[in-house]
């Protein structure tokens, strides 16, 4: 388990419990928003990936669903990271209503090096790419994903996904050289405050 997923985690948490998505000009309640972010999410995690790559080609390498409060109403999007064949990383920003491009930058911070070479490495091993991911996740049947990330790790070029199916939070890590199942495992649910994790299920690779 590296820290990457932790913090994703603790960002799902966060969104779950709702004061970090209200701006400081709105002080309404928004307990629940992961449902409500999820449910008014028009398209699929999949096709804002089509609309990411169409705008900028490249290959996919994270998607996440992101939610905030402008004036009162949830607004969520969808952030999608692209390198392309120079190796420049690109951030796309697509509508998860409407599933139109709202913006397409360069990520030029060199805080995010080290990452990126991961990144980079994991793309050089990999046969399988992040939509390939995504069909293997979904295959698993734990809910709607929030994030799907590739990383390289213990010698592993991966492909991990945090899934949320009613109050229950998963991770689930595809092995991107042939598209096996390496663990799934069952976090606490959302509403909870501690930090027990649950059951482990570990696919042929294990960890």
Known sequence: ???????????????ASGPALSDERDDEDTEGNIGKLLSEA?????????????T????AVEVELEGEMVDGRLDGTYSVEIVDGSGAFH????D???????????????????????????LAQASHDLPACLRAVAAEKRGAVLS???AYD??????????????????????LRDGSLIE????????????????????????
């Open 148 to 150: 799907a990330a590739i």
């Open 1 to 15: 388990m590296n820290v990457r997923w932790w913090v994703l985690v603790l960002t799902v948490l966060t969104l």
């Open 42 to 54: 028009r398209i699929p995690v999949e096709e804002a990936l089509e609309a990411a790559l169409a």
């Open 154 to 175: 213990d010698g592993v070029p991966r492909c991990e996904a945090i899934a949320v199916d009613g109050e229950r939070l998963y991770e689930v890590e595809i092995d």
């Open 184 to 207: 799934v495992e069952r976090a606490r649910r959302l509403e909870d405050g501690d930090d027990d994790r649950d059951d482990d299920e570990e696919g042929d690779e294990g960890e």
């Open 96 to 122: 998860a209503v409407s599933g139109e491009v709202r913006s397409r930058e360069i990520e030029d911070d060199e805080g995010d090096a080290k990452e990126q070479r991961s990144v980079v490495r994991a």
């Open 56 to 59: 900028q080609p490249g290959r």
């Open 91 to 94: 951030q796309v920003t697509v």
